[in-house]
């Protein structure tokens, strides 16, 4: 599917799975062949957008099409995709649980045997920058680091990336499903955080030998 076309039905999809409210939230991806990359526009409802209202980066970050102005995370999806050469989509969601931890400025841990999958390690929280600034940006890249697949941006909401776009959903569905459990569990008890070596041993289980 065109990359464009992509944007649009993750846009459709994004809202569907109540992954954000209203227009906050963004979606880019990668052509891995050129490296250019594909971002929402800014201020406009996902259900509402076409392919034709999306925006195009080269990959050294210059604007190469689109009628729309962009997300203002530009600089966020750009930089990560800079850092990141594993990562071909990105998906920046406002959700209820994770956001809680956000705003507490604490790491969700692996608490459960789908996190350690999808996620790896702690998920961990970036220090505060205002939305669409170059700082953001360059905390949201820390915070990631080498291997990271999702971090908690302080007090705003969740980055969830992927090889693909599947991917990320699948990311960004396990983040908020394991800070719900998270949250919950810690209302009525202590939850037990998953050994590293158990946690590495089935992170390496879902990236290599997890297939029919
Ligand atoms: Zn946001």
């Not at 925006?55 to 930089?79: C, K, N, W, Y």
Request: aromatic fraction near 8%; glycine fraction near 8%; hydrophobic fraction near 40%.
């Amino acid at each position: 599917m065109p990359f464009c076309e992509q944007l649009v039905q993750a846009g459709r999809e994004l809202l569907g799975s109540g992954l954000t409210v209203e227009t906050w939230g963004n979606i880019s991806c990668r052509d891995p062949v050129t490296g250019n990359v594909y971002l929402t526009p800014s201020a406009m409802a996902y259900d509402r957008c076409t392919a034709a209202d999306m925006v195009v980066f080269a990959a050294d970050g210059t604007q190469i099409d689109g009628r729309r102005r962009p997300s203002v995370e530009a600089a966020m999806h750009l930089s990560v995709y800079r850092a990141r050469g594993d990562v071909q989509a990105i998906l920046h969601t406002h959700r209820v649980y994770s956001t809680v931890f956000g705003c507490l400025g604490e790491k969700i841990p692996p608490i459960i045997d789908e996190a350690a999958q999808a996620l790896g390690g702690p998920v961990p929280v970036t220090a505060y920058a205002l939305p669409g600034s170059e700082q953001l940006a360059r905390n949201c890249v820390d915070a990631l680091g080498a291997l990271g697949m999702a971090c908690l941006l302080r007090s705003h909401g969740a980055v969830c990336c992927g090889v693909d776009m599947a991917g990320t959903f699948k990311t960004a569905r396990v983040l908020e499903m394991t800070a719900q459990i998270y949250y919950m569990a810690r209302t009525i008890g202590t939850p037990e955080v998953l050994p590293p070596d158990k946690v590495d041993w089935m992170r390496d289980f879902a990236l290599n030998r997890y297939r029919q």
